[in-house]
C-alpha cells in the first residue's frame, strides 16, 4: 500500500494541464513527473513563433528545473504529450483526434493557463483568464472519466479588498455583462481605455 491517499490518486492516471508553458505549469509538471506514478501528462500549448507546440514543450522540459528530474529518471520525458491548441478557442482549439483522446483518456485536470501581466490590455486579459476558464470547464464536461479540476486563478482577482476569505465573492458585475462589453470594443479601443 501507498503511503500516501494522494500518491494513490494519480497513479495510473492522465492529467491534462493547460498553462504548462508558464512558471506555475512547469512547476507542477516537474512535481507531478518526479512525485507521482501519473500514466500521462498531456500539455496544451500554442503554437508561437514558428515553433511547434512539441519543440516548445522540448523547450519546457529541458530547463534547468527538469535536470535533476531528468537524472534519476531519464525516461520521464515518454509520460508527457504536447497538444496543440488554445484555451481561448471552442474546443480548445483541438484537432479531432486530440479532442477525443482527451475525452476518453483523461482523468484529472489542471487549469493554470492565464495571463498575469498587469498592463495587459482588458480584452486579452479577459479573454485568457474569463472566456479561456469557461471553455475549459465546458470541455471539462465532456470528459468521461473525468476525477478532478483544479483552476488556479490569477492574481488580484479581489484587488478592491483589504483582506480575502477562502469564500465564493459576489460581484455586481457579473462575467456576461463584462463579455457583452468587451464584445463591442476593438482591440485597440480596449487598449486605450487600459490604464496604464
Not at 16 to 34: H, Y
Not at 79 to 95: H, Y
Not at 110 to 134: L, M, P, Q, R
Request: proline share 3%.
Amino acid at each position: 500500500m501507498s503511503p500516501s491517499k494522494i500518491l494513490d490518486f494519480y497513479e495510473n492516471q492522465s492529467v491534462f494541464i493547460t498553462g504548462g508553458a508558464g512558471f506555475i505549469g512547469k512547476v507542477l509538471i516537474e512535481k507531478l513527473l518526479r512525485s507521482t506514478k501519473v500514466a500521462t501528462i498531456y500539455v496544451l500549448i500554442r503554437a508561437k513563433k514558428d515553433k511547434k507546440p512539441s519543440a516548445r514543450l522540448d523547450e519546457i522540459l529541458n530547463c534547468a528545473l527538469f535536470d535533476k528530474l531528468r537524472e534519476e529518471h531519464p525516461d520521464c520525458k515518454n509520460r508527457v504529450t504536447a497538444i496543440s491548441g488554445d484555451c481561448t478557442q471552442g474546443n480548445l482549439g483541438l484537432a479531432l483526434e486530440d479532442r477525443q483522446e482527451l475525452i476518453s483518456k483523461t482523468n484529472i485536470v489542471f487549469h493554470v493557463a492565464a495571463t498575469v501581466g498587469f498592463n495587459e490590455n482588458i480584452k486579452s486579459a479577459y479573454d485568457v483568464n474569463v472566456k479561456g476558464t469557461k471553455i475549459v470547464l465546458e470541455f471539462c464536461k465532456k470528459i468521461e472519466n473525468l476525477k478532478s479540476v483544479v483552476h488556479t486563478s490569477t492574481a488580484y482577482v479581489q484587488s478592491h479588498l483589504d483582506t480575502l476569505d477562502e469564500v465564493i465573492y459576489d460581484h455586481p458585475l457579473h462575467y456576461e455583462q463584462a463579455e457583452s462589453m468587451l464584445e463591442r470594443l476593438s482591440l485597440e479601443e480596449a487598449f486605450r481605455r487600459t490604464p496604464r
